[in-house]
């Protein structure tokens, strides 16, 4: 899995923060030198790109702060460089770990309200390295450890138009990326072509919030994070002809499924997966 790059701002001393109105991540302990370095992050989307004006995101009343641990590049905690898999994870209780090639964390999900989580990473890599690193372990604790129970995130591509979002879902290969260049070359916003979050609250509305994570269509910082309101949801499919067909719940249910990473790969999290996008299939127009 590609790993989006987050444009931080820096704190004093060593360490750097990014987030939005009501959810933030703090990173500190003994990071690589050039991290804070501007040259060390991917740069904002080029200008004239489309600007996604919305309202203030709201993720959740949370601040999480990770404690990076500098360890030497073969400790046993991380998995092997040369096998197959370049991320595990699993959760038991409200245990969770997570390993990659470069990279480990161990916490208790309930850290996550009230302490600090330690993850431990390669000391010989690169800014680059632990850039990737940091948002990996991102991922995966917003869509396991629950930061917010109503939310999901989805891997798909969306549009913004007159304060509205429609997100659009499929496998890889389906043109999600492709279809967020082509709307932003029509004039359209994106809030983004990699990952999206959606908030499924209780009051039976529908909204997608922008993220850090955007694949091709270039990082961005939390703190310009926006809100839309989702009002349709469409399953990519590549074909000879442009066209809109009705979808069926059961085929966007299961599609939707594949689409949202680590909780779809967690068989004690699959039911409350299912649940919350039975909602979100029931609040718009598939």
Request: aromatic share 8%; glycine share 10%; with cysteine.
């Amino acid at each position: 899995m590609m790993a989006g790059l987050i444009r931080p701002e820096a704190l004093a001393g060593t360490g750097f923060r990014f987030g939005g109105p009501g959810l933030a991540f703090e990173v500190a302990g003994e990071i690589p030198e050039q991290t804070l370095d501007p040259r060390a992050w991917a740069s904002l989307p080029p200008a004239g790109a489309p600007a996604a004006v919305g309202a203030p995101a709201a993720v959740g009343a949370r601040r999480v702060r990770l404690r990076a641990i500098p360890v030497p590049a073969r400790d046993p905690r991380f998995l092997d460089p040369f096998g197959p898999e370049p991320m595990v994870w699993s959760v038991a209780g409200r245990q969770l770990s997570i390993r990659g090639r470069c990279f480990a964390c161990e916490t208790n999900l309930d850290e996550l309200e009230t302490g600090e989580i330690p993850f431990w990473f390669a000391e010989d890599g690169d800014a680059h390295a632990f850039n990737g690193t940091v948002s990996n372990l991102l991922r995966v604790l917003i869509a396991i450890g629950r930061i917010r129970p109503e939310c999901l995130i989805l891997h798909s591509s969306s549009m913004i138009t007159s304060g509205m979002a429609a997100l659009l879902y499929g496998p890889s290969g389906a043109g999600k990326s492709t279809f967020g260049r082509l709307a932003r070359e029509a004039g359209f916003g994106v809030a983004s072509d990699d990952l999206n979050l959606l908030h499924v609250p209780r009051d039976g509305s529908l909204e997608l919030q922008a993220f850090p994570f955007s694949g091709d269509y270039g990082p961005r910082s939390w703190n310009a994070a926006c809100a839309f309101p989702a009002v349709a949801i469409f399953r990519l499919e590549k074909a000879d002809e442009n066209e809109v067909l009705p979808l069926d719940q059961a085929e966007a249910l299961a599609g939707l499924a594949s689409c949202s990473p680590f909780m779809n790969g967690d068989p004690s999290l699959f039911g409350e997966l299912l649940d919350l996008l039975t909602e979100v299939t029931k609040r718009v127009p598939l």
